[in-house]
């Protein structure tokens, strides 16, 4: 009696494992919507992926609207904009966030004050170095403004900006006033216009209920260190803007979480599965994933559950073998096979964007006219 109930055991136990093994069959993606972008870049060592990823956008930009392929420098646009966080930093004592992090309208910013340049006219790196890493520059500058702000007199020291000034330098470069491309000469903000950036048409959205619909606020998160306003609009009508933009050729930078055990960048799969014990398992393949409503995505973000961690750049729209849709999203994590799959692209679920997406930034003209008109009110 017991061998037979060890032998019923055994094949049930088999059967499960046939099961788990057939649900969990891995992903096989078909791209839907495949929108050109320049190739897949790292980082490095730094916290400047809002810089990578709206720079990406930016190069896409470009190419939609001139037909020119250009690689823009990320690092240009960082070097402006530290002078900005410290000033923040230091105007409000110190009682501010001061780090490597950043916004996509931060980007955005930089144009609209600075221009742009390509990469070959401002690296960020010293001869010796191929690699960005920011950690020693950024505890340096800290702990200056720290110095200026802690001062015994309490009377701010007017060298604060020309030394933080002279930091940046140090690590990145000075500053580019002017520069040759494609046998022209430009500035930065000649360059920028030439490219057709205006800044005035980008646009950013997100999907709370603690903030009114359909008007501008400014989204309370550690990395918004320059105050910008969102748009708020339903989380429906947040997926039907991604939607109707990457139809009609326009890609949008991603501001979201990726803390999750189910975003994976060595499976490149970010989804929400429906029994949160199963995180790891859906990486590997398709589950059931989680229905995702505004009031649980509101939720979530309130209980820190959802946080600002990281931007990213989508592309385009896939499907698995099973008809489920999935975004497109370039990161910027490099390609290397230990780290990331499909050449450094992640797949997201439509739930995974609609729980876990902070906030997109996109051209003006990628939005739906009944939205757009709802929030020009």
Request: proline share 4%; aromatic share 12%; net charge neutral.
């Amino acid at each position: 009696m017991k061998k037979f109930t060890f032998s019923i055991i055994l094949v049930f136990a088999f059967a499960k494992a046939v099961l788990a093994q057939e649900t969990n069959a891995s992903y096989i993606f078909t791209d839907l919507i495949d929108l050109e972008t320049t190739p897949v870049i790292s980082q490095g060592n730094t916290g400047t992926c809002w810089s990578f990823s709206t720079s990406s956008f930016l190069e896409s930009e470009i190419t939609r609207i001139t037909g020119k392929k250009v690689d823009l420098s990320e690092m240009y646009t960082v070097r402006n904009t530290y002078p900005m966080k410290a000033e923040n930093y230091v105007m409000r004592q110190g009682k501010a966030q001061f780090s490597e992090g950043g916004l996509a309208h931060d980007v955005i910013n930089s144009v609209a004050r600075y221009g742009l340049v390509p990469l070959d006219a401002y690296t960020g790196l010293a001869p010796t170095e191929n690699t960005h890493n920011h950690a020693e520059m950024v505890a340096v500058i800290e702990a200056m403004l720290n110095t200026y702000i802690d001062n015994p007199g309490r009377r701010l020291s007017k060298k604060w900006k020309p030394a933080v000034n002279a930091v940046l330098d140090t690590y990145l470069g000075a500053q580019v006033t002017r520069f040759s491309f494609e046998n022209n000469e430009y500035t930065p903000k000649e360059f920028a216009k030439a490219m057709r950036i205006h800044p005035s048409e980008y646009i950013s959205l997100t999907s709370f209920t603690h903030a009114p619909r359909y008007s501008s606020f400014i989204l309370n998160i550690p990395d918004n260190f320059s105050n910008g306003s969102f748009y708020n609009v339903s989380l429906d009508e947040f997926i039907q803007s991604i939607d109707h933009a990457l139809e009609n050729g326009f890609t949008i930078t991603l501001d979201c979480d990726v803390s999750e055990l189910s975003f994976s960048s060595k499976q490149g799969v970010a989804v929400i599965p429906d029994q949160k014990e199963n995180a790891k398992l859906a990486v590997l393949g398709p589950e059931k994933e989680k229905v995702i409503t505004q009031q649980y995505r509101q939720d979530e973000f309130e209980n820190y559950n959802t946080t600002d961690d990281h931007l990213m750049h989508i592309t385009g729209k896939a499907k698995d073998q099973n008809g489920t849709v999935y975004y497109k999203v370039k990161n910027s994590w490099g390609t290397n096979p230990d780290r990331t799959a499909y050449d450094g692209y992640v797949y997201m679920s439509v739930s995974y964007i609609r729980l876990k997406a902070i906030s997109v930034l996109m051209h003006r003209d990628g939005l739906p006219k009944n939205i757009s008109k709802k929030i020009r009110k």
